[in-house]
């Protein structure tokens, strides 16, 4: 009886591939989720970072780390729909950040935005030089999710901030000059609204 001859690397059989697969998806979700977690960290440790600096400038300062955030856009039917930047604070956060915006007008803004594979983490900054006092509002969400904010955005030439808690209850809203801050790639989107779930 002759053996069959063997090769030095035999096939792998079908299930042991789909388990390799699926364990090589999972750490590589694994490693994701580490990353944007470390990711956000950053962001909360550069928020008290800034904050610490404007305390020292003589700002009084009021830091909020969302629970949620994101850009919501107006449907493309409604040439008057609402628009802008919205973050979801916790109720107690969300009495301090009343305080705060009854407190001045935050005429000036900036913001600091990192990305991290699909995702965005922002720290944006309300400044009233009158008032001495500064809103820091820290949040992530989705790059996929930016298109019609930012269209909207661009075709107004302007931008807007909304502050809410978790039942849905409205505590404050800003409007800015421009929107690159925002959305730095806004002006690559297309021009008609209707391409835009392809981009």
Request: hydrophobic content about 35%; proline content about 5%; aromatic content about 10%.
């Amino acid at each position: 009886m002759v053996d069959s001859p063997t090769t030095e690397q035999d096939e792998v059989p079908e299930e042991d591939e789909t388990f390799q697969e699926h364990h090589q998806r999972v750490e590589q979700m694994s490693a994701n989720a580490g990353q944007l977690k470390d990711a956000w960290s950053n962001t909360l440790e550069d928020m008290h970072a800034l904050a610490d600096e404007r305390r020292e400038e003589g700002y009084e300062v009021t830091e909020i780390a969302s629970v949620d955030a994101g850009p919501i856009g107006r449907d493309t039917n409604d040439p008057d729909g609402e628009y802008g930047m919205e973050f979801v604070v916790a109720d107690d956060d969300g009495s301090e950040f009343a305080a705060a915006f009854e407190a001045g007008d935050y005429p000036e803004y900036d913001v600091y935005r990192a990305e991290v594979q699909s995702d965005a983490f922002i720290v944006e900054e309300l400044r009233d030089p009158d008032a001495e006092r500064v809103i820091l509002l820290a949040g992530g969400y989705h790059l996929k999710d930016i298109a019609m904010c930012a269209f909207a955005a661009r075709e107004e030439g302007e931008m807007f901030t909304f502050v809410r808690t978790m039942d849905g209850t409205r505590l404050g809203a800003f409007r800015h000059d421009g929107y690159e801050k925002f959305f730095p790639r806004a002006d690559e989107l297309p021009e008609d609204p209707a391409e835009l779930e392809f981009f």
